[in-house]
T-cell receptor, first 112, second 114 residues
Framework: QQQVKQSPQSLIVQKGGISIINCAYE??????FPWYQQFPGKGPALLIA?????SEKKEGRFTISFNKSAKQFSLHIMDSQPGDSATYFC???????????FGQGTTLQVKP | DTEVTQTPKHLVMGMTNKKSLKCEQH?????MYWYKQKAKKPPELMFV???????INESVPSRFSPECPNSSLLNLHLHALQPEDSALYLC?????????????FGSGTRLTVV
């Protein structure tokens, strides 16, 4: 069964700190790994994404680290801000099925 | 235009009502999706349309009926829903089923069944 396991379920970080969310997958047919940010009452918004032939991708304060051999990838939010408080979902996309597989989500709270 | 637009934003309907959710995108995406999301859970895939044809139906009850009138529009027709169907319904689109580039979600329709 295709799964993406995400941890932690919830995270509290002080303003200015680093938020780290981890995901692990089993299926090697995944070829696209996006992260989504979702605020209450809104749809998920694409934050950053990576392909398995790249080990790291950085966009502003957000960085994805990808370890293909360990089948793990993580999101790092540098200099976390209260406005980053949201639910974050990692996901994986297997092109052979066309179904985006989501992790269970991490609720991030950044304290001022 | 890089958005997926969903209407209405909120909908309250009785169990005997018939209503429709609408989704529109003008990014030239050829794959469109319906998801259902319960509180504090990830989105669950319901239907996938690829080039205006239904390609995936995730064993969704027949009280949910999708329709893709053209490459920019996606509808979800609702009939005889149950209270447990109350959820956030999300539409998404991507360049194609075989490419997740630009996989974009709308803001959703908050559905309440009474």
């Amino acid at each position: 069964q295709q799964q993406v396991k995400q941890s932690p379920q919830s995270l509290i970080v002080q303003k200015g700190g680093i938020s780290i969310i981890n995901c692990a997958y089993e299926n090697t047919a995944f070829d696209y790994f996006p992260w989504y940010q979702q605020f209450p009452g809104k749809g998920p918004a694409l934050l950053i994404a990576i392909r398995p032939d790249v080990s790291e991708k950085k966009e502003g304060r957000f960085t994805i680290s990808f370890n293909k051999s360990a089948k793990q990838f993580s999101l790092h939010i540098m200099d976390s801000q209260p406005g980053d408080s949201a639910t974050y979902f990692c996901a994986a996309y297997p092109s052979n099925t066309g179904k985006l597989i989501f992790g269970q989500g991490t609720t991030l709270q950044v304290k001022p | 235009d890089t958005e997926v637009t969903q209407t209405p934003k909120h909908l309250v309907m009785g169990m005997t009502n018939k209503k429709s959710l609408k989704c529109e995108q003008h990014m030239g995406h050829r794959a469109m999706y319906w998801y259902k999301q319960k509180a504090k859970k990830p989105p669950e895939l319901m239907f996938v349309y690829s080039y205006e044809k239904l390609s995936i139906n995730e064993s969704v009850p027949s009280r949910f009926s999708p329709e893709c009138p053209n490459s920019s529009l996606l509808n979800l027709h609702l009939h005889a829903l149950q209270p447990e169907d109350s959820a956030l319904y999300l539409c998404a689109s991507s360049q194609g089923r075989q490419a997740a580039y630009g996989y974009t979600f709308g803001s959703g329709t908050r559905l309440t069944v009474v």
